[in-house]
C-alpha cells in the first residue's frame, strides 16, 4: 500500500483522481455540485468489504479544489482502519464541502448536500465533523436515513465528540503506561493543541485526574475559556513543538508531525484526536519511533466517535458505547507490543492487523 502523500503544488501535475497519491484504491468517489444553493462537495468512499462507509462530513475553507480531494482521499481511507481495528462492521468513507462554514453555509445546501448523500442507497452513511453540527445532521435526516450523530431528541446519539474524547483518553493513557511505566498521568504535563468540543472535554478528563495542561489554539478566546472552565494554562511559547513537556495531544487538523516539527518534538508521547497526525506515515512514523517516542496511532485512539454513531444503526446505548470505547486502552496497549515484536512502527502495526481483519472479511464474503 502506498503510504506517501504530496503537496499541493506537486497535486496539479498528476492525474486528478487515479493518479493522486493518496488514492489507494477507493471504490467510489462521488463530485456534488448545486449551482442554486452554491454546494461543492466531494464524497470519498474508499472500502466497503467490512459494511457500509460511514464517515463525518467536514466543511473547510480549502486553498483550492486539488486540497480538497487529496483531504477526502486520505480521510475516507483513514476511516476504513478505524473501523476495522475497532471490530466494527462497517467500511470507510467521508465527505468534504468546500467553503467556510460560517460564513457559506445555508440551511439549503445542507438539505441538498443529504440529497446526495441519499442518491448513494445506503453505501455511504454520513455523520458530524469539522464545521458541521448535530442541528445539520438532524437537517440532512429529513432527506436521508443514512446520517449518524443526529440529535438525541430525535431518536439519535447526540454529538460524538465526549465519547471520541474518551478514546483519546484512554488512548493516552495507554501509550502513558507504556512510555512511563503508569497509566496515572497525575502531574504529567500535556500540551493539547486545538480546544474544540474534542479537545475540550479531553482537557476536562486530563485536569480531574490531575494533569498539568497546556493549551494552544488559533483562538484565543477559546483558550482563556479553557483557564477559566479547567484551570489549563495558555502555552505562551514560541514554539509548540519545542515544549518540555510530557505529551503532546494534536486535537485539530492533521499533518501536524512533518519535516519541519518530527525532530523538535520534545515530547516522550504523542496521542491527540486530529486524523492524519503523520505528514507522511513511513516517514515520520519511522523518525517518531527512532527517537524514542511513542505515538498511539490517530486513527485507533479517535475511534470512539464512530463507535458512538455505529451505536444509531445497532441499537446500543451510550453506556455501551462507552464500554466499547474503553477497550481502546487494551487495543492501544496491543498495538504497542506488535509494533516491538515486529519491530516496527505503531502506525503499520495498526494498520497490519486492521488489513488482515479486512482481507478475513473479504474471502468470507466471497465464499457465500
Request: charged share 25%.
Amino acid at each position: 500500500m502506498n503510504l506517501e502523500i504530496t503537496n499541493a503544488a506537486e497535486l496539479k501535475k498528476m492525474d486528478p483522481v487515479f493518479g493522486q497519491l493518496s488514492f489507494d484504491n477507493h471504490e467510489q468517489i462521488v463530485f456534488c455540485h448545486d449551482k442554486y444553493t452554491g454546494l461543492k462537495a466531494i464524497i470519498g468512499i474508499h472500502n466497503t468489504v467490512m459494511g457500509p462507509a460511514l464517515g463525518g462530513t467536514r466543511m473547510w475553507k480549502y486553498n483550492n479544489e486539488w486540497e480538497a480531494l487529496n483531504d477526502v482521499l486520505r480521510l475516507s481511507r483513514g476511516m476504513t482502519y478505524k473501523s476495522a481495528i475497532t471490530g466494527l462492521n462497517l467500511g470507510g468513507g467521508k465527505a468534504v464541502i468546500i467553503g467556510d462554514s460560517k460564513a457559506d453555509k445555508t440551511p439549503e445546501m445542507i438539505t441538498k448536500f443529504g440529497e446526495y448523500v441519499n442518491s448513494l442507497s445506503g453505501k455511504y452513511i454520513t455523520a458530524e465533523d469539522v464545521g458541521t453540527t448535530t442541528e445539520d445532521m438532524d437537517r440532512i435526516h429529513e432527506v436521508t436515513p443514512y446520517v449518524t450523530g443526529i440529535s438525541e431528541g430525535k431518536g439519535g446519539s447526540g454529538n460524538p465528540s465526549p465519547v471520541t474524547a474518551y478514546g483519546v483518553y484512554m488512548g493516552m493513557k495507554a501509550a502513558a503506561n507504556y512510555k512511563f511505566g503508569t497509566e496515572n498521568l497525575a502531574g504529567k504535563s500535556v500540551l493539547v493543541q486545538g480546544t474544540g468540543h474534542v479537545g475540550e472535554t479531553l482537557i476536562s478528563y486530563l485536569r480531574k485526574e490531575g494533569a498539568e495542561v497546556f493549551v494552544t489554539d488559533i483562538h484565543r478566546e477559546k483558550m482563556e475559556n479553557m483557564v477559566s472552565k479547567y484551570g489549563a494554562k495558555i502555552f505562551e511559547g514560541e514554539d509548540i513543538y519545542t515544549a518540555n513537556v510530557d505529551i503532546y495531544s494534536p486535537c485539530a487538523l492533521g499533518a501536524t508531525i512533518n519535516d519541519d516539527t518530527v525532530n523538535k518534538i520534545q515530547a516522550k508521547v504523542i496521542a491527540g484526536a486530529a486524523n492524519n497526525q503523520l505528514a507522511v506515515e513511513a516517514v515520520h512514523g519511522k523518525i517518531l519511533r527512532e527517537r524514542g517516542i511513542a505515538y498511539a496511532p490517530d486513527f485507533l485512539i479517535n475511534a470512539g466517535g464512530i463507535i458512538n454513531v455505529y451505536g444509531e444503526i445497532m441499537k446500543y446505548s451510550i453506556d455501551e458505547a462507552m464500554r466499547r470505547t474503553e477497550n481502546i486502552y487494551n487495543t492501544t496497549l496491543e498495538i504497542f507490543k506488535h509494533a516491538d515484536s515486529k519491530n516496527i512502527t505503531t502506525q503499520l502495526a495498526a494498520m497490519q492487523i486492521a488489513e488482515e481483519r479486512i482481507e478475513q472479511r473479504r474471502k468470507e464474503n466471497a465464499a457465500k
